[in-house]
């Protein structure tokens, strides 16, 4: 099952792939040059020395059937092409924001909309001032079901409640879709909410 990590540039996409990966992670990152400079707006993260320019891709197993595999995307608005080819086929998404940066996650939010996506908004946490979660959702205009989680994207055992709260935004989603038409089992999704590695 496919997630996608997207969020603004130095957001902490490749962090949380890398801390919640059961396997060393793929990782396309290259070392930042001084060209980059005047293209992506480092001030937020001036000790940021690499950048990914493709995909971060990772895997946590949940059981011999299941198996969760995580495509980190570049945050660089150069690179955002790539981001509809990574949705095709998601089970949902993780949008990662910066509370300094907020404006960087708008065209991620967008874009999912748009693909009918399901995702949720994980905070991570930079040490920063901390703001309200309800001040977060209004600056971002999220609506009201889109899960809302503090995280920090450093730690395995907060990376992966944010891969909870994802696969149970999904879940509902999906029978809030057929509610009509099915009998309200999904059992792939009850076994990632029980298995997810701890």
Not at 34 to 39: F, L, P, Q
Not at 52 to 76: E, K, S
Not at 117 to 132: E, K, L, M, S, Y
């Amino acid at each position: 099952m496919k997630i996608v990590v997207v969020g603004g540039f130095g957001a902490g996409k490749t962090t949380l792939v890398r801390s919640v990966s059961e396997i060393r992670p793929l990782s396309t990152e290259e070392t930042m040059t001084r060209a980059g400079e005047t293209v992506d707006d480092v001030s937020a993260v001036r000790d940021k020395n690499a950048t990914t320019v493709a995909f971060d891709f990772g895997r946590v197993t949940l059981d011999a059937h299941n198996v969760l595999y995580l495509f980190g995307a570049p945050g660089q608005e150069r690179f955002w092409f790539l981001w509809d080819r990574l949705f095709a086929g998601a089970l949902g998404a993780v949008v990662l924001v910066d509370t300094r940066r907020l404006d960087d996650s708008w065209y991620a939010i967008d874009r999912l909309e748009r693909h009918g996506t399901p995702f949720v908004v994980a905070r991570n946490d930079f040490g920063g001032p901390d703001f309200a979660p309800q001040a977060v959702r209004d600056a971002l205009d999220l609506d009201p079901d889109v899960p809302l989680v503090h995280c920090d994207a450093r730690l395995r055992s907060s990376s992966k409640r944010v891969l909870i709260a994802l696969v149970e935004h999904a879940k509902h989603r999906y029978l809030h879709s057929r509610s009509r038409s099915y009998d309200g089992q999904v059992p792939v999704l009850d076994e990632l909410n029980e298995e997810l590695p701890r």
